[in-house]
């Protein structure tokens, strides 16, 4: 799947890192700054819509139509593919390391 396809069909998307294999290199937060930040643990988190930093294990948060190309960037650059983006209707991994 595109990202324009993913924009076209309109699906709502979610997107998680998986911390144990997060190497802390920030790529992600200089792509999307809305969307992800490090920790002072030098561990990238994802924020929720209020900008909270959301640190529960497997914590996910909607990705923001506007900031699609930048999430799936993040996930293609990111060395620890540790970024996930899945489909919310049927939790499928459309963009990350275990993309089909």
Do not use: N
């Amino acid at each position: 799947m595109t990202v324009q396809q993913a924009a076209v069909e309109g699906e709502a998307l979610e997107v998680w890192i998986d911390q144990d294999l997060c190497t802390g290199d920030g790529i992600c937060a200089q792509y999307a700054p809305e969307v992800f930040e490090l920790d002072i643990d030098g561990l990238a988190y994802v924020k929720g819509p209020d900008d909270e930093l959301l640190q529960a294990t497997g914590a996910t948060t909607p990705v923001p139509l506007p900031l699609l190309t930048d999430v799936v960037d993040s996930a293609r650059e990111c060395p620890g593919e540790c970024i996930h983006v899945r489909r919310v209707s049927d939790r499928v991994e459309v963009y990350g390391p275990d993309a089909e």
